[in-house]
């Protein structure tokens, strides 16, 4: 039985499902605990919370921000943080816009190359203000221009791909200090995909525990059981927190579950106190 799932997407940001249908989905997986993690943005935590006292589940505030070093970009998670404080939604605010600034820029190249689309309808579709490349697949997908998310970001979305267009966004310094000042743990997430420029991997975390970085995503729906194995050694080795999620995104991004990932993922029980002693001390 899987009982925490720290790493969970919603309507609020790209995911598919509202917070409620999260939570029901997490109920049946038997999963106690849990963290709202969407992108660049809070609201969907206390539609969560709400619907978790219902069915007994604890919900912990979260967000995933995007951040960007050396060209690509890392992703920092950040847990129990005060989702209401005014700085760090002002902050928010603002990574936002930069999404609004920069999804025009990408339905302009789509247009460009023939294809029918508007960021009025991609906005009506997201229904939330954190509109992301997602959303944008899944109006070419409804237009029947790409089969799949994964087409739509392999043909024109993804890094490289004709579409793209970069937007601004914060160093991890910035991205760990943000989510810091709002009393909040921040943790590096899914290693996997983090792209070191130079150096390996250790010494990045060395350095963003300079900055301030409280943990690692040991536990990912992706890592396989070598990965899982190297990445605790790091935090071990570093001192830092182990935590852990399925990056769930409903439908946007297939075969990924509530609390058991692509099946084999297993967040072990006795982090959710390790983060909670360390959250009391922030
Ligand atoms: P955005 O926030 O608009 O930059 O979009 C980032 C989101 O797109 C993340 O949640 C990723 O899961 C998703 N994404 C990024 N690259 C890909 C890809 N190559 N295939 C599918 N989804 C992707
Ligand atoms: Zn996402
Ligand atoms: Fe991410
Ligand atoms: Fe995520």
């Known amino acids: 039985m899987n009982h925490l799932d720290f790493h969970l997407h919603t309507t609020h940001s790209d995911g598919s499902c509202t917070p409620a249908e999260v939570i029901a989905l997490a109920a049946k997986?038997?999963?106690?605990?849990?963290a709202i993690t969407d992108h660049d943005i809070t609201t969907?935590?206390?539609?969560?919370?709400?619907?978790?006292?219902?069915r007994g589940i604890e919900v912990i505030p979260g967000i995933e921000i995007s951040s960007?070093?050396?060209?690509?970009?890392?992703?920092?998670?950040?847990?129990?943080?005060?989702?209401?404080?005014?700085?760090?939604?002002?902050?928010?605010?603002?990574?936002?816009?930069?999404?609004?600034?920069?999804?025009?820029?990408?339905?302009?190249?789509?247009?460009?190359?023939?294809?029918?689309?508007?960021?009025?309808?991609?906005?009506?579709?997201?229904?939330?203000?954190a509109v992301g490349r997602p959303?944008?697949?899944?109006?070419?997908?409804?237009?029947?221009?790409?089969?799949?998310?994964?087409?739509?970001?392999?043909?024109?979305?993804?890094?490289?791909?004709?579409?793209?267009?970069?937007?601004?966004?914060?160093?991890?310094?910035?991205?760990?200090?943000?989510?810091?000042?709002?009393?909040?743990?921040?943790?590096?997430?899914?290693p996997t995909w983090v792209k070191?420029?130079?150096g390996t991997l250790a010494d990045l975390v060395r350095l963003l525990k300079v900055d301030g970085l409280d943990g690692v995503e040991v536990h990912y729906s992706t890592h396989t059981a070598r990965q899982t194995r190297d990445?605790?050694?790091?935090?071990?080795?570093?001192?830092?927190?182990?935590?852990?999620?399925s990056d769930f995104h409903g439908l946007t991004k297939?075969?990924?579950?509530?609390?058991?990932?692509?099946?084999?993922?297993?967040?072990p029980d006795s982090l959710l106190d390790k983060m909670k002693t360390a959250a009391a001390r922030q």
Request: charged fraction near 25%; proline fraction near 4%.
């Open 29 to 34: 997986a038997g999963v106690t605990a849990l």
């Open 44 to 54: 969907g935590v206390p539609e969560a919370t709400a619907a978790g006292k219902d």
């Open 68 to 129: 960007l070093l050396g060209g690509s970009e890392l992703h920092i998670l950040g847990y129990f943080l005060d989702y209401q404080d005014a700085r760090l939604n002002e902050r928010l605010t603002r990574l936002r816009e930069s999404r609004h600034r920069r999804n025009p820029q990408i339905i302009v190249r789509l247009r460009a190359a023939g294809i029918d689309i508007t960021y009025d309808e991609v906005r009506a579709l997201a229904g939330t203000d």
């Open 135 to 190: 959303h944008i697949a899944r109006v070419l997908m409804e237009k029947g221009v790409v089969a799949s998310a994964k087409e739509a970001f392999d043909q024109w979305l993804a890094d490289g791909r004709p579409a793209y267009v970069p937007r601004e966004l914060p160093t991890p310094a910035e991205a760990i200090r943000w989510i810091k000042e709002a009393k909040g743990l921040a943790v590096l997430a899914h």
């Open 196 to 198: 070191t420029a130079e």
């Open 231 to 245: 990445y605790l050694a790091l935090a071990k080795q570093q001192g830092l927190l182990v935590t852990g999620g």
């Open 254 to 267: 297939p075969g990924i579950e509530v609390g058991i990932g692509k099946g084999a993922l297993h967040v």
